[in-house]
């Protein structure tokens, strides 16, 4: 199980095509993104990218169905 790094989204404002690799472990002091903490545990970071420019809700609890995004599981934890 992922750590839960917050229990509250983190709002990004994503640049369209831009790469993102999101964090899926918890570990990264880069949150929400990948810094290659995950190393050595069974993570890796999710690539992802938008489509337009745009202000996007990352999952920072990394409990998510639908990673990156927050999908509101941190109101359950
Ligand atoms: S540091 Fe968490 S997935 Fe890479």
New binding site residues.
């Given amino acids: 199980m992922?750590k839960i790094f917050s229990k509250a989204p983190i709002a990004i404002d994503a640049i369209k095509d831009k790469k993102y690799?999101?964090?899926?472990?918890?570990?990264?002091e880069?949150q929400p993104?990948?810094?290659?903490?995950?190393?050595g545990?069974a993570?890796?970071?999710?690539i992802f990218t938008n489509n337009e420019d745009k202000k996007i809700y990352l999952c920072n609890c990394k409990q998510t169905s639908n990673p990156p995004y927050c999908d509101g599981t941190h109101n359950k934890l």
Avoid at 21 to 28: D, H, I, Q, T
Avoid at 33 to 39: E, I, L, V
Avoid at 43 to 46: A, L
């Fill in positions: 992922p690799a999101w964090c899926s472990c918890g570990l990264s880069n993104f990948c810094n290659g903490a995950h190393k545990f993570f890796t970071p999710k």
